[in-house]
């Protein structure tokens, strides 16, 4: 998939959620619930992305954290709209990597209504 198709298809995504009925309550609820996953571990996460100069020696410790704090956040239910958007932003590394068919799916159903946050 070249970088102009995976732009349309986070374009698509984005357009979806902002637009579907089933998030439409949503979108005014931004505030984040203090249980929720994502919100609780999307700034551990972002931290990890956001780390340089991680030693050599505490590399794998460092990735597998970031692997784990991303498969919890991913597969998590979403509480609101900006949560959503985390999930969107940690499913793809920060922007650089795709997003697993799976994640899209799920997206796509609250974004058409059949599944609601």
């Not at 340089?52 to 597998?64: C, I, K, L, N, Q």
């Not at 970031?66 to 499913?91: D, K, M």
Request: no cysteine; proline share 4%.
């Amino acid at each position: 998939m070249d970088k102009v198709q995976t732009i349309s298809r986070r374009a698509a995504i984005i357009g979806a959620l902002a637009s579907s009925s089933a998030l439409g309550t949503a979108v005014a609820a931004t505030a984040d619930s203090p249980t929720s996953t994502i919100s609780l571990l999307f700034p551990d996460w972002l931290a990890l992305r956001n780390e340089r100069d991680v030693p050599a020696e505490e590399w794998p410790a460092h990735f597998a954290r970031y692997v784990e704090l991303q498969e919890r956040i991913t597969a998590a239910s979403p509480a609101n709209v900006r949560e959503a958007a985390i999930q969107l932003v940690v499913e793809t590394d920060d922007g650089d990597s795709d997003y697993r068919d799976e994640f899209y799916a799920r997206l796509r159903a609250l974004a058409m209504g059949e599944a609601r946050i």
